[in-house]
């Protein structure tokens, strides 16, 4: 194994923290990575990785030489992409919103992998930021604004909201005609992984963005549970036009209130600083774009 893989197996095994996860994602033996580290630490001459029972942490030389070893692995990887005219290869992690893989991603996703078949992609399904470097993940899709210190983020599209309750519903409640009326309304909260409270409902008025939180009966973690609550009539909810799509014009959920439309929720792909020149996460990150421009021509 020449210097360049022993670097990208190093830097895997501090950013797995495990010698066995990262044993995994190589498709080489475990044994193999312990004994690439061990050389790796007596050619330079100092200890990178302390490891305990359960876990592999980096020292203060092992942080800062992985730095360098991903700037050297990146500029190797764009030199080799630049002068050999290879497509991508390899593993790529990708963690996404059920829902936006399964409307957006999923029916195009064959014309990405006949274009990339040497890319190897997991797609795994979440609403959280934690641990995507600790969990090998090469960037994330989520709905929503980020918060994130160590992941650079690009917005790739807006989805347009829209407030919709069953038919059910509105013929035994009524249909508002303004928002000081929800306070008279069931609604269906949404709250995210990692938030004490439920998201408030917002309008569109006059330029303006009014926030309210009337009561909710029933608060939910869930995109599809939150959709399920609707069409059962618990309730008005705020979801994205696409996702209810269908709903609404088979007249299962009705849209109330369009006047004063909800804002639309960007979409936006994170990936960690290291990973931004990845010859195999730059091209997925031009046919994410090309999906939803494709999908959402007005953004």
């Known amino acids: 194994m020449d210097r360049i893989d022993a670097m990208r197996v190093f830097t895997r095994v501090l950013e797995r923290q495990s010698f066995t996860e990262a044993a995994e994602d190589l498709n080489i033996a475990r044994s193999t990575v312990t004994d690439v580290v061990k050389r790796l630490e007596k050619r330079i001459g100092v200890v990178l990785l302390e490891r305990t029972t359960r876990q592999v942490t980096p020292t203060i030389d092992g942080e800062a030489f992985y730095r360098r070893c991903l700037s050297i692995i990146q500029d190797m990887e764009d030199a080799e992409a630049l002068f ?30 006949r274009a990339y078949p040497d890319i190897e992609l997991y797609m795994s399904e979440g609403d959280r930021f934690s641990d995507v470097i600790r969990e090998g993940i090469d960037c994330v899709i989520r709905v929503g604004t980020p918060n994130s210190e160590e992941l650079v983020a690009k917005q790739i599209a807006l989805l347009e909201e829209v407030t919709v309750a069953s038919s059910e519903y509105l013929n035994e409640f009524g249909i508002p005609s303004n928002i000081n009326e929800l306070t008279n309304h069931n609604v269906v909260g949404f709250r995210s992984t990692g938030s004490s409270v439920a998201m408030p409902l917002e309008f569109s008025i006059e330029n303006t963005i009014k926030t309210i939180s009337p009561q909710a009966s029933l608060t939910v973690n869930a995109a599809e549970t939150l959709v399920a609550a609707a069409r059962l009539g618990l309730g008005i909810v705020q979801v994205p036009r696409y996702h209810v799509q269908s709903d609404i014009k088979n007249g299962t959920l009705i849209p109330i209130l369009e006047e004063h439309p909800p804002t639309p929720s960007p979409v936006s792909i994170l990936y960690p600083q290291n990973r931004q020149h990845a010859s195999r996460v730059k091209v997925f990150i031009d046919w994410l774009e090309s999906v939803f421009a494709e999908s959402l021509p007005n953004y």
């Open 84 to 113: 050999s005219g290879e497509k991508p290869k390899g593993a790529l992690r990708v963690d996404v919103h059920g829902t936006l893989a399964r409307h957006f991603l999923m029916p195009r996703l064959p014309r990405f992998l």
